[in-house]
């Protein structure tokens, strides 16, 4: 709302300003006009400044709260242990921080200072551009939630599974358990809690809090467990697989992802583990 209202001052003091005097103020700021319309526009100018600095910070602040939450409900909507990670995002974050900043800076500076520095532009030009296309590109990898689940009101749902007799409670993760023991309903690399919910009838916040209190755990671990245990057995019996085979077979998305789920499991690396696995 207030950069709003700063754009409409603006635009009128443009308007009320001489058209001569608001040239010369435009391509040098620093040229000295006693002018009422021209010290407006200095202020407004100034105050432009001030509230994009203030942007900078709040609304940085304000994605990594996002951030946060977002990382807590990827971790238990995806199965894929590289769709819940939140670092490209955290990324895409410090990078709109380092442009603001950048941004900052070369508006301090002023254009003037460019006017015979070649190296000077073309650096900041560097800079800008690299910035733009990393933003860019971190923005398209993002994958985004299934929209009923943002929408579902998580404490309710909760909250409703806490009122369910232990028998019923029971009953689902029993269910649960044969859906993955028996059908390894895991082995799909696109799982996620929705289809898991889909398939037992019931709704994912349900499934989300049998697992946490049986377990422990949060759905992409819960998945990604019984995936790194059935990665030993196939370690086991066809030791000459390679890694994306066995990626592949395990139904993880991607040998990346095997390695994080080793890791997180095991704390060792991948191919540490598979030679411990051959060594016992």
């Known amino acids: 709302m207030f950069p709003t209202l700063l754009f409409v001052l603006y635009v009128l003091g443009a308007f009320l300003s001489d058209p001569v005097e608001f040239q010369k103020w435009i391509f040098n700021k620093n040229f000295i006009l006693n002018s009422p319309v021209i010290f407006y526009l200095n202020a407004i100018h100034f105050l432009m400044r001030i509230c994009f600095v203030l942007q900078v910070v709040v609304y940085t602040y304000s994605n990594y709260k996002l951030i946060k939450n977002h990382g807590y409900k990827a971790q238990q909507y995806y199965s894929d242990i590289e769709d819940s990670l939140t670092i490209r995002v955290s990324i895409l974050n410090v990078s ?27 650096i900041a030009s560097v800079i800008f ?21 943002e929408r579902n009101n ?37 799982l996620n809690i929705v289809e898991v919910a889909a398939e037992l009838g019931t709704n994912r916040t349900y499934i989300s809090s049998v697992i946490n209190q049986h377990y422990n755990q949060n759905f992409c671990t819960f998945v990604n467990q019984h995936r790194v245990s059935e990665l030993e057995k196939l370690i086991i019996k066809h030791p000459e697989f390679s890694n994306h085979d066995l990626a592949m077979a395990c139904g993880f998305g991607s040998v990346e992802s095997m390695k994080r789920s080793v890791f997180a499991k095991t704390e060792k690396s991948l191919q540490e583990w598979r030679i411990k696995i051959r060594v016992t």
Not at 105 to 122: C, N, P, Q, S, Y
Not at 138 to 145: I, N, S, V
Not at 154 to 179: C, I, M, P, R
């Open 96 to 122: 709109m921080i380092l442009t603001g900043c950048a941004s900052v800076v070369l508006a301090t500076l002023g254009r003037d200072f460019f006017k015979h520095e070649i190296t000077g532009i073309t």
């Open 154 to 190: 998580n404490e309710k749902d909760e909250s409703q599974f806490n009122a369910l007799s232990k028998t019923n409670q029971g009953h689902l993760l029993v269910t649960l358990t044969e859906l993955f023991e028996e059908k390894k309903i895991y082995l799909d690399s696109k």
């Open 129 to 149: 551009s690299s910035m733009l296309f990393i933003i860019g590109w971190l923005g398209d990898q993002q994958k985004t939630l299934n929209p009923t689940f």
